[in-house]
T-cell receptor
């Protein structure tokens, strides 16, 4: 089985621009979560989708949004980029219907976003 | 705020020694999981322990869970240079759809 695929791998954007990151989960996985990883804050939960519905959202401003398509692929969007948005954005997919309940996450290798 | 907090933040040992990492969390959980991350890569799931379990083994890994103290430990026995990575605990909060990660322990195994 192919693993979780995130594209692009690296991205450089300018302050004020917007960006869209893509995630293809493992085949059969219906839950997709997004995390932001920075040296200072560690791994911060952004949101989780299951069957096209956002079930949980982390404590991030409205500039961060996401969606999931009927084939379980997911995208996240960050508008009006700020320097502090520079981070590794990780997507993870899961088989279980209840995240965290006997259902480990399978992570992609992330998208490294640099905002200048 | 981070629900899980690992201790120590960094650990350096010789190959062949055992490595122990600890994790604390704050609320009731369904399970606790441990992940490994090699530099700049995604996280890899290592082991999951349910809230009604106290100890679990997988190869050279041993995880314990003490729900009364809201803590867990990960023991890696007979460490190898390839074990060099950051290790994160993640707690699955009861009634929630998210995993909350700690800030990790950076393990260096010296050949």
């Amino acid at each position: 089985k192919a693993g979780v695929t995130q594209t692009p791998r690296y991205l450089i954007k300018t302050r004020g621009q917007q960006v869209t990151l893509s995630c293809s989960p493992i085949s059969g996985h219906r839950s997709v979560s997004w995390y932001q990883q920075t040296p200072g804050q560690g791994l911060q939960f952004l949101f989780e989708y299951f069957s096209e519905t956002q079930r949980n959202k982390g404590n991030f401003p409205g500039r961060f949004s996401g969606r999931q398509f009927s084939n379980s692929r997911s995208e996240m969007n960050v508008s009006t980029l700020e320097l502090g948005d520079s981070a590794l954005y990780l997507c993870a997919s899961s088989l279980g219907a209840v995240l965290g309940r006997d259902s480990p996450l399978h992570f992609g290798n992330g998208t490294r976003l640099t905002v200048t | 705020s981070q629900q899980g907090e690992e201790d120590p933040q960094a650990l350096s040992i010789q190959e062949g020694e055992n490595a122990t990492m600890n994790c604390s969390y704050k609320t009731s959980i369904n399970n606790l999981q441990w992940y490994r991350q090699n530099s700049g890569r995604g996280l890899v799931h290592l082991i999951l322990i349910r809230s009604n379990e106290r100890e679990k083994h997988s190869g050279r890994l041993r995880v314990t869970l003490d729900t009364s103290k809201k803590s867990s430990s990960l023991l890696i026995t007979a460490s190898r240079a390839a074990d060099t990575a950051s290790y994160f605990c993640a707690s699955g909060k009861a009634g929630s759809y998210q995993l909350t990660f700690g800030k990790g322990t950076k393990l260096s195994v010296i050949p």
